[in-house]
């Protein structure tokens, strides 16, 4: 008999920010293949005798590569295990999620999807920014920061970025350079408003703004590093009114 496998969100970082569902995925699970970002703390929540496998991909250095981690979910849900795929965010944001629930169904075993909360929302929000804005925006896009592909081929259609309001870039403090220049040859003003948020939702968290022309020197003064959310947009403004989560802030 065929088990069930549950590809599901953990959040952005804060473990209080995973869904109910989510949590009693977690609970009843026979095996849980967990990634890199994910809080360590949701696994404290499964049950002693749930096997744990780590599947963080870090650049350079992977624990599974993904053909691998396809296989171990298909082996499993073959075997009858409830086996919950746990993903930093939302599994279908970046996540690859998509890619594995194809061959979950390409292979017959029952899966679902859980969906989590992403760090492109949460991490401005708890730095006091809104994505939306009735004053300052009114579309939102959520876009990867590995903008250039291993050939030096440029994958993102820059010019279709022009007219949207707010821009959340992940995996993206590598490429900021690029991304800002980019941005600014394609319409944006060199001076619009960019908030780096490092760690976001998490007792780390930290904050940095500045203007498109020079975020790029600031992300490199202050040594912000990945997991960090790059939100561009006037609704950065909104920070000053709003500020609330505690952590320590720089501005440039």
């Known amino acids: 008999m065929n088990g069930k496998v549950y590809l599901v969100g953990a959040g952005p970082g804060d473990p209080k920010l995973i869904t109910v569902y989510g949590l009693e995925c977690i609970q009843r699970a026979d095996v849980i293949a967990y990634?890199?970002?994910?809080?360590k703390e949701l696994l404290k929540h499964a049950k002693p005798s749930a096997r744990l496998v780590y599947c963080g991909k870090e650049p350079?250095?992977?624990?599974?590569?993904?053909d691998e981690i396809n296989e171990l979910l298909v082996d499993e849900g073959l075997k009858?295990?409830?086996?919950v795929r746990l993903k930093g965010g939302d599994p279908f944001v970046f996540g690859r999620g998509a890619e594995e629930a194809a061959v979950l169904k390409q292979a017959g075993v029952p899966f679902e999807i859980v969906p989590g909360i992403t760090a492109g929302i949460a991490a401005p929000a708890y730095a006091g920014i809104p994505v939306t804005h009735r004053d300052y925006a009114t579309s939102f896009?959520?876009?990867t920061g590995h903008g250039r592909a291993e050939?030096?081929?440029d994958f993102i259609d820059w010019s279709s970025l022009k007219g949207i309001d707010t821009?959340?870039?992940y995996m993206s403090v590598g490429n900021i350079e690029h991304i800002s220049t980019q941005l600014m040859a394609n319409g944006k003003a060199c001076d619009l408003p960019v908030a780096v948020i490092e760690w976001g939702?998490?007792?780390?968290q930290r904050t940095i703004t500045a203007t498109l022309e020079t975020i790029a020197a600031c992300i490199q003064n202050e040594n912000i590093r990945n997991p960090s959310m790059i939100l561009i947009g006037d609704v950065v403004k909104v920070?000053?009114?709003i500020e609330w989560y505690q952590e320590g802030v720089m501005s440039t």
Do not use: S
């Open 151 to 153: 050939k030096g081929q």
């Open 167 to 169: 821009i959340a870039f």
């Open 60 to 66: 350079g250095k992977h624990a599974l590569i993904q």
């Open 35 to 39: 990634d890199r970002l994910v809080n």
């Open 80 to 83: 009858g295990h409830c086996v």
């Open 141 to 143: 896009a959520i876009v």
């Open 201 to 204: 939702t998490m007792d780390e």
């Open 239 to 241: 920070r000053e009114q």
